[in-house]
């Protein structure tokens, strides 16, 4: 490593007050790294640099893949065991406040994304000190932003859910569910990033274990608040944030013992560093915030044409791609980290290799799953429920099999964002994610309203074939600058 010292402490072009050190005393701290970080990042090297693609592949998505699955399960958990427990007008609460609080964790996830792909680059480029500077300084970020976030939620809650039409006592269930997670907003939000760091680290079970425990953990806890102590939807929220805080602090603990690659420094905040962060962390922000708002103009208009019937219906086919997205994002996610490192070590092709690994890999679970969802609509939709009435198992086969043909096309746009924010491509990647989660489904929405409740099923197929032809152009035109020929 002292062979490219040079390279090593290269600092920033776009960053000030990092590293200023002369270049002598540069190479003195950095020999008083201690032992075991020193193996910890040539076991990283050795994973992202010397592996064969296939082999990090396997190593990186399938525990992705798993982690983020894992993620969903509560989610899809929580609203059954509301659903069952407390009663229908807890279950609308919780949705009502469910928007906000996804909002919440958005910043801890836009701000994990962001910082992860400059720290993979700079650890591809052997810059190890600038790279234990962008942890750092995202780590405190997330912080900061969950405090003041997690302050104006928990202020205006009540406001916000009489604004979406909630008063008395369905107004103060969706109001404590959301300042419950406003609470535990500083700590809890990390979670949502941290998982990009310990992959990074190349400690991807570890990774889906914390994402396996925090997920077991906070479903038996949420049961044991509303079976056993029946603490209503504010039970329900204050076990998962009680989850993802203990999460939270078991994933930060190595990192403090220093018992991994990355190690929290004196932080040196710059203007650049910020934007640098933000730009690559808005895909990932736009993907978790800009859909939400899609979902509400999509079920303002299911009212209309179909009732609450449609909006169960289309309820069933969240859930199921609650199933679907995450294995997809997953795998894409995972591989960020060895792309980002193998771009910064200038190894283009082996981020070639690793592409049609994550292409081919995602497109067939795609096909797969939508495959299942045609075949089977009947099934589907007695998953979510029991007691299925004819009229919306008849409204949910249609539903389906149209929603269905978005999967042959979405893991596209997907697949070709997260690749394009791995080489900090953030421009777009984030135009990308825009068009495809809120631009198009709007511009869909209206342009087939005349179709009626068809219209609203053919929303997602229509909008994700669109993002599909729209990213096969991004990757023709901007080959060159992606190394793709």
């Not at 962060?277 to 859909?291: E, R």
């Not at 199921?320 to 070590?345: K, R, T």
């Not at 964002?417 to 080489?423: E, I, N, Q, W």
């Not at 825009?434 to 053919?458: H, Q």
Request: charged share 15%; net charge neutral; hydrophobic share 55%.
């Amino acid at each position: 490593m002292q062979g490219k010292s040079e390279d090593l402490y290269t600092k920033h072009p776009h960053e000030k007050n990092i590293d200023d050190k002369p270049f002598t005393e540069s190479v003195l701290a950095q020999n008083e790294l201690d032992e075991y970080n020193s193996k910890n990042f040539q076991k990283s090297h050795e994973l992202f640099i010397t592996y064969h693609p296939w082999k990090l592949f396997c190593i990186a998505a399938i525990p992705g893949a798993l982690s983020m699955l894992s993620s969903a399960i509560y989610e899809i958990a929580d609203g059954i065991f509301v659903g069952q427990i407390l009663g229908e007008e807890a279950f609308a609460a919780i949705n009502l406040a469910m928007p906000f609080v996804i909002m919440l964790f958005a910043f801890g996830d836009m701000v994990g994304v962001g910082s992860s792909v400059p720290i993979s680059i700079s650890l591809g480029e052997g810059n190890t000190r600038r790279a234990n500077n962008i942890f750092t300084c995202g780590i405190l970020m997330i912080l900061a932003g969950g405090a003041l976030i997690g302050t104006l939620f928990w202020f205006l809650a009540p406001a916000l859910m009489e604004l979406m039409g909630a008063y008395g006592t369905l107004r103060d269930m969706a109001a404590d569910y959301l300042r419950m997670f406003a609470l535990f907003a500083p700590l809890g939000t990390i979670l949502f990033a941290v998982d990009n760091y310990l992959r990074i680290c190349g400690k991807v079970k570890s990774s889906f274990a914390l994402n396996a425990f925090t997920s077991l953990f906070g479903c038996v806890l949420e049961f044991s608040m509303l079976y056993f102590w029946h603490l209503g939807t504010l039970g329900a929220a204050l076990a998962f944030s009680i989850a993802i805080s203990v999460g939270s602090l078991c994933a930060l603990i190595p990192f403090m013992a220093k018992k991994m690659l990355l190690q929290f420094v004196k932080p040196q905040f710059s203007y650049a560093l910020l934007k640098e962060i933000v730009q690559s962390g808005t895909p990932a922000f736009l993907n978790d915030v800009a859909g939400r708002v899609t979902v509400i103009f999509l079920n303002v208009e299911l009212m209309i044409a179909g009732g609450t019937a449609a909006v169960s219906v289309y309820g069933f086919l969240i859930f199921a791609g609650s199933f679907i997205y995450p294995l997809i994002y997953g795998i894409c996610d995972a591989l960020q980290p060895a792309v980002g490192y193998n771009w910064g070590a200038r190894r283009y092709d082996r981020i070639k290799q690793i592409e049609k690994y994550v292409f081919s890999t995602v497109c067939a679970i795609a096909l797969l799953l939508a495959a299942i969802m045609a075949v089977f609509p009947d099934e589907c939709a007695r998953l979510f429920m029991v007691d299925v009435s004819q009229d919306i198992l008849v409204m949910s086969r249609d539903a389906f099999r149209f929603y269905a043909l978005s999967y042959v096309f979405r893991w596209f746009p997907l697949a070709c964002g997260s690749l394009l924010t791995a080489v900090e491509k953030t421009k777009l990647a984030s135009l990308l994610s825009f068009c495809m989660v809120t631009l198009l489904p709007l511009v869909v929405l209206f342009a087939l309203k005349p179709l009626g409740l068809l219209g609203l099923w053919l929303n997602a197929p229509v909008s994700a074939g669109i993002a599909a032809l729209i990213s096969i152009w991004i990757l023709i035109v901007f080959r060159r600058e992606l190394h793709l020929e």
